[in-house]
């Protein structure tokens, strides 16, 4: 609930800020077609106040070591001071000591360098004494020679906008915490309860209650594979990565991966097809890898007719290692493939078993890596997902 409300949170201040950002962003281009040169004697600096006192934003002149030479009048509104108490003043006295160096290197030396539409988010203080959080557009603006003489910018106050990122930041992680929390209370009971299960059937074979034994031992297998699945999500949202990288040849991996994915084809009576062609690195966790296109395989064994023949292929281009899993089964509806990768979706009709958490792991295990997971489905016709992987660069070193 608290996710959810954080997002529409979220949304609303950015559905807001569009409009503002538009003023923002046509402002600068107003700035850059008419005072590309600022020349007095032509009435650019009227031109220039006339403007910046039309728009919202907090508008500046600076001198090229950032003292104020002109305030726009939304500084009463935005920060509280008024705009002539602060010309000839320094603004590095405003802002937050946190984020001086980063305005200075981000903002302010790009500026002097000539960079035009600089971007820096930082903290000023108000006039309260409170700090609040600014965005702010630097451009230099140059004379005849090409040195910079002033320096604009456009400010906007996104206060808001911060405040729905961190209470989305804090509701991820009390989320994450819920499920790591709960997964590791139902570990120790549902491995109890199967234990139990499993040394009744050893003591009384061929009695009357071995089927619920048998029933038991196989839906706590069921819900601790999930509460295992619950723990890698948690832990993947958590700062403390729960990945391994390691640079890996290509074929190597692919290796592994073709014979772990023909065994589970067996198993589910399909034969697997495989066409495995790589060269290159690729900086992975390889039992996460393989548990992810393991996922692929399993879900196109599963839903595909009996004895039906599964693609393996892989291929090397533009800098990517794509590994792509074909079935020939049923296929997916076009309005439910873009939710296939949601945590516990399962799709209309389908009796397989199953927690819904597969491809939803497989994705964050891509997105881990840089990569991702691409899918094409035609009803009828059957499924073909591509787990995608950023190629490194040569010179690495190898497992």
Same mark, same amino acid.
């Given at each position: 609930? $608290?996710?959810?409300?954080?997002?529409?949170?979220?949304?609303?201040?950015?559905?807001? /800020?569009?409009?503002? #950002?538009?003023?923002?962003?046509?402002?600068?281009?107003? $700035?850059?077609?008419?005072?590309? =040169?600022?020349?007095?004697?032509?009435?650019?600096?009227? =031109?220039?106040?006339?403007?910046?006192?039309?728009?919202?934003?907090?508008?500046?002149?600076?001198?090229?070591? #950032?003292?104020?030479?002109?305030?726009?009048?939304?500084?009463?509104?935005?920060? &509280? %001071?008024?705009?002539?108490?602060?010309?000839?003043?320094?603004? %590095?006295?405003?802002?937050?000591?946190?984020?001086? !160096?980063?305005?200075?290197?981000?903002?302010?030396?790009?500026?002097?360098?000539?960079?035009?539409?600089?971007?820096? *988010?930082?903290?000023?203080?108000?006039?309260? #004494?409170? %700090?609040?959080?600014?965005? *702010?557009?630097?451009?230099?603006?140059?004379?005849?020679?090409?040195?910079?003489?002033?320096?604009?910018?456009?400010?906007?106050?996104?206060?808001?906008?911060?405040?729905?990122?961190?209470?989305?930041?804090?509701?991820?992680?009390?989320?994450?915490?819920?499920?790591?929390?709960?997964?590791?209370?139902?570990?120790?009971?549902?491995?109890?309860? =199967?234990?139990?299960?499993?040394?009744?059937?050893?003591?009384?074979?061929?009695?009357?209650?071995? !089927?619920?034994?048998?029933?038991?031992?196989? !839906?706590?297998?069921?819900?601790?594979?999930?509460?295992?699945?619950?723990?890698?999500?948690?832990?993947?949202?958590?700062?403390?990565?729960?990945?391994?990288?390691?640079?890996?040849?290509?074929?190597?991996?692919?290796?592994?991966?073709?014979?772990?994915?023909?065994?589970?084809?067996?198993?589910?009576?399909? *034969?697997?097809?495989?066409?495995?062609?790589?060269?290159?690195?690729?900086?992975?966790?390889?039992?996460?890898?393989?548990?992810?296109?393991?996922?692929?395989?399993?879900?196109?064994?599963?839903? /595909?007719?009996?004895?039906?023949?599964? *693609?393996?292929?892989?291929?090397?281009?533009? /800098?990517?290692?794509?590994?792509?899993?074909?079935?020939? /089964?049923?296929?997916?509806?076009?309005?439910?493939?873009?939710?296939?990768?949601?945590?516990? %979706?399962?799709?209309? &009709?389908?009796?397989?078993?199953?927690?819904?958490?597969?491809?939803?792991?497989?994705?964050?295990?891509?997105?881990?890596? &840089?990569?991702?997971?691409?899918?094409?489905?035609?009803? #009828?016709?059957?499924?073909?997902?591509?787990?995608?992987?950023?190629?490194?660069?040569? &010179?690495?070193?190898? $497992?």
């Amino acid at each position: 609930m $608290r996710l959810t409300i954080a997002r529409r949170r979220f949304h609303s201040v950015v559905a807001g /800020g569009v409009l503002a #950002g538009l003023a923002f962003w046509g402002l600068r281009v107003l $700035r850059a077609g008419r005072l590309g =040169r600022l020349d007095p004697s032509h009435g650019d600096e009227e =031109r220039f106040h006339l403007i910046a006192e039309k728009t919202s934003d907090l508008v500046c002149l600076h001198e090229p070591d #950032g003292r104020y030479l002109y305030i726009s009048p939304s500084c009463r509104r935005l920060l &509280g %001071y008024e705009p002539e108490a602060l010309l000839g003043s320094d603004p %590095y006295d405003l802002f937050h000591p946190d984020d001086l !160096e980063r305005i200075r290197s981000e903002a302010h030396e790009k500026a002097l360098d000539g960079q035009g539409a600089v971007s820096v *988010t930082y903290r000023i203080r108000k006039e309260s #004494g409170e %700090y609040t959080w600014f965005e *702010t557009l630097t451009e230099p603006i140059l004379d005849e020679s090409g040195e910079v003489v002033r320096l604009q910018t456009a400010s906007r106050d996104v206060s808001e906008h911060k405040r729905a990122e961190e209470a989305l930041a804090e509701a991820a992680s009390a989320r994450a915490e819920f499920l790591a929390e709960v997964s590791h209370e139902l570990r120790t009971p549902l491995t109890v309860i =199967r234990g139990n299960a499993e040394v009744g059937l050893e003591l009384e074979r061929e009695c009357d209650h071995e !089927e619920v034994l048998r029933e038991i031992v196989r !839906e706590s297998s069921t819900m601790s594979r999930m509460v295992e699945d619950l723990l890698f999500l948690a832990r993947s949202e958590s700062p403390a990565s729960p990945f391994r990288m390691e640079p890996v040849e290509a074929k190597v991996l692919l290796a592994d991966l073709e014979r772990r994915a023909g065994a589970l084809a067996a198993e589910n009576d399909a *034969t697997l097809d495989t066409t495995l062609l790589a060269t290159g690195l690729v900086r992975v966790d390889p039992v996460r890898v393989e548990q992810a296109i393991l996922a692929l395989v399993d879900n196109a064994v599963k839903y /595909g007719p009996e004895g039906q023949s599964v *693609t393996l292929r892989s291929a090397c281009s533009d /800098g990517e290692l794509r590994v792509e899993v074909g079935d020939r /089964g049923p296929g997916i509806p076009e309005a439910e493939l873009p939710h296939v990768f949601e945590r516990f %979706y399962r799709l209309d &009709g389908v009796e397989e078993p199953g927690s819904g958490l597969g491809l939803s792991i497989a994705q964050t295990i891509a997105e881990a890596h &840089g990569g991702r997971i691409e899918a094409e489905s035609q009803p #009828g016709e059957g499924t073909s997902m591509s787990f995608v992987l950023p190629l490194l660069q040569a &010179g690495s070193e190898v $497992r």
